[in-house]
C-alpha cells in the first residue's frame, strides 16, 4: 500500500542552524510533491511544490529537493529562526489524484 | 483576498448526536475539499468537490458522514451518529481549477465527541 513517512520525534535545533527534514514515500509515483506548514490550533499553509521532473527548489530560506530514485524529498530551512517553529507536512499527487498527507514532522528551534 | 471560514471552530458533543460543519471557501475557487486531521496525524481526505459535484469521496464513512456544495460555494459536512472515533479537527479547504495543486485551507472545526 501506499505509505509517506516523516520522522514521527520532533527535530530540535539551535537557531542560525539549517534544519533538514526528511520526507519518504513507498508504493508512490507522485507527479508532485508539496510542503506545508501547520501551527498549533491552525490549518495547514502552502510552502513549497516540486514537480517529479525537478531536483530542487528555493523560495527564500527554504529549498527543497525531490529524489525520485530515492523516493525522498528533503526539506531544508537555513539560518533557522524560533518564528520556523512548527510542524511540517508532505503531501503528494500523482497528478489526477488528491493530495495525500503525512503525518509531520514537529520543528523546535531554541533561542 | 478573504482566506477560507469555517465554523464553528469548536465543538463538544455526547456520542450518537450529530453535528454540522460549515464551510465557505476563497470566492472563484472551484473545488472545495474536506479533511479529518485526528491528532498526530496528517490530513486525511474525506470528500473533494468540483462546483457543486462529488470527485472524491472513496474515504468518507458514508453510514454516518455526508456532504453538499449546494450551488458550488459553502458547503456542509454532517456527522449523524457521532462516535468517540470521530473526536478530530474538520479542515475544509479550497483551490483554484487554474492552480489545482495550491490548496488553501481553513482553520478547522475541531470536534470532541465525549
Known amino acids: 500500500s501506499q505509505k509517506i513517512e516523516q520522522n514521527s520525534e520532533a527535530l530540535n535545533i539551535q537557531e542560525g542552524k539549517t534544519a533538514t527534514l526528511t520526507c519518504n514515500y513507498t508504493?508512490?509515483?507522485?507527479?508532485?510533491l508539496q510542503w506545508y506548514r501547520q501551527d498549533p490550533g491552525r490549518g495547514p499553509v502552502f510552502l513549497l511544490l516540486?514537480?517529479?521532473?525537478?531536483k530542487e527548489k528555493r523560495k527564500e530560506r527554504l529549498k527543497v529537493t525531490f529524489d525520485t530514485t530515492l523516493k525522498q524529498s528533503l526539506f531544508h530551512i537555513t539560518a533557522s529562526q524560533p518564528a520556523d517553529s512548527a510542524t511540517y507536512l508532505c503531501?503528494?499527487?500523482?497528478?489526477?489524484?488528491?493530495?495525500?498527507f503525512g503525518k509531520g514532522t514537529m520543528l523546535l528551534v531554541s533561542p | 483576498e478573504a482566506g477560507v471560514a469555517q465554523s464553528p471552530r469548536y465543538k463538544i458533543i455526547e456520542k450518537r448526536q450529530s453535528v454540522a460543519f460549515w464551510c465557505n471557501p476563497i470566492?472563484?475557487?472551484?473545488?472545495l475539499y474536506w479533511y479529518q486531521q485526528i491528532l498526530g496525524q496528517g490530513p486525511k481526505l474525506l470528500i473533494q468537490?468540483?462546483?457543486?459535484?462529488?470527485?472524491?469521496d472513496s474515504q468518507l464513512p458514508k453510514d454516518r458522514f455526508s456532504a453538499e456544495r449546494l450551488k458550488g460555494v459553502d458547503s456542509t459536512l454532517k456527522i449523524q451518529p457521532a462516535k468517540l472515533e470521530d473526536s478530530a479537527v474538520y479542515l475544509c479547504?479550497?483551490?483554484?481549477?487554474?492552480?489545482?495543486?495550491?490548496?488553501?485551507f481553513g482553520e478547522g472545526s475541531w470536534l470532541t465527541v465525549v
Open positions: 479547504a479550497s483551490s483554484s481549477i487554474g492552480s489545482r495543486n495550491t490548496i488553501y
Open positions: 508504493n508512490y509515483s507522485p507527479a508532485y
Open positions: 516540486i514537480r517529479e521532473n525537478e
Open positions: 503531501a503528494l499527487s500523482s497528478g489526477y489524484s488528491t493530495l495525500t
Open positions: 470566492s472563484g475557487h472551484a473545488t
Open positions: 468537490f468540483q462546483n457543486n459535484g462529488v470527485v472524491d
